[in-house]
């Protein structure tokens, strides 16, 4: 069965605090992906990874950095957190080849900054 | 640049009555599209997709989608819900099958 694995459902933070938010998928899949969730404005890309040690920005990466030095492990990083990065973060893998396309998603992280 | 637009940001509706949650695109090229669901504190699960092929998709729990080309909707229909059905609908958009692009979502509350 798939199985994608976020590390914290929920997460209290400080402002200008370094915060990590992991994710760990157990299907082999080459492409990680890392979103936040807004009421009202659906998921956003922040970033994702076709491989190792390989990211791209998103939409939105202002803030964030990302980390992916095994090929199930894909870190989210919020250098120093601010209140604007209070949201949900959803992680997704996803198959690079086939004709699938599905994304298999975390079932999240909670953070609140104050 | 690919958007998509749930025109619905929430739907209410009596259990067993039908339900239509509305979702169009923009995009100049060929896309996938999907139809995603979230329960209440889980994440997101496929519900249905169309990469090509018939246009009308089926998920296995009753819920439909079609893809209109020429007025660029993916509309999600199902002509009966249930209680448990009550979650968030997601609509997205590829253009290649692997960076999605979401809309806001659309709350389907199913009342008894």
């Known amino acids: 069965d798939v199985k994608v694995t976020q590390s914290s459902r929920y997460l209290v933070k400080r402002t200008g605090e370094k915060v990590f938010l992991e994710c760990v998928q157990d299907?082999?899949?080459?492409?990680m992906f890392w979103y936040r969730q807004d009421p009202g404005l659906g998921l956003r890309l922040i970033y994702f990874?076709?491989?190792?040690?390989?990211?791209e920005k998103g939409d939105i990466p202002e803030g964030y950095s990302v980390s992916r030095e095994k090929k199930e492990r894909f870190s989210l990083i919020l250098e120093s957190a601010s209140t604007n990065q209070t949201s949900m973060y959803l992680c997704?893998?996803?198959?690079?080849?086939?004709?699938?396309?599905?994304?298999?998603f975390g079932p999240g992280t909670r953070l609140t900054v104050t | 640049a690919q958007s998509v637009t749930q025109l619905d940001s929430q739907v209410p509706v009596f259990e067993e009555a039908p339900v239509e949650l509305r979702c169009n695109y923009s995009?100049?090229?060929?896309?996938?599209l999907f139809w995603y669901v979230q329960y209440p504190n889980q994440g997101l699960q496929l519900l249905l997709k169309?990469?090509?092929?018939?246009?009308l998709v089926e998920s296995i729990n009753g819920f439909e989608a079609e893809f209109n080309k020429s007025q660029t909707s993916f509309h999600l229909r199902k002509p009966s819900v249930h209680i448990s059905d009550t979650a968030e609908y997601f609509c997205?958009?590829?253009?290649?099958?692997?960076?999605?692009?979401f809309g806001a979502g659309t709350i389907l509350r199913v009342k008894s």
């Open positions: 997704a893998t996803q198959l690079r080849q086939g004709d699938s396309y599905e994304q298999y």
């Open positions: 299907m082999d899949h080459e492409n």
């Open positions: 990874s076709y491989d190792v040690k390989m990211k």
């Open positions: 995009s100049s090229v060929s896309v996938y």
């Open positions: 169309y990469l090509s092929g018939s246009t």
């Open positions: 997205a958009v590829s253009k290649r099958g692997n960076k999605l692009v």
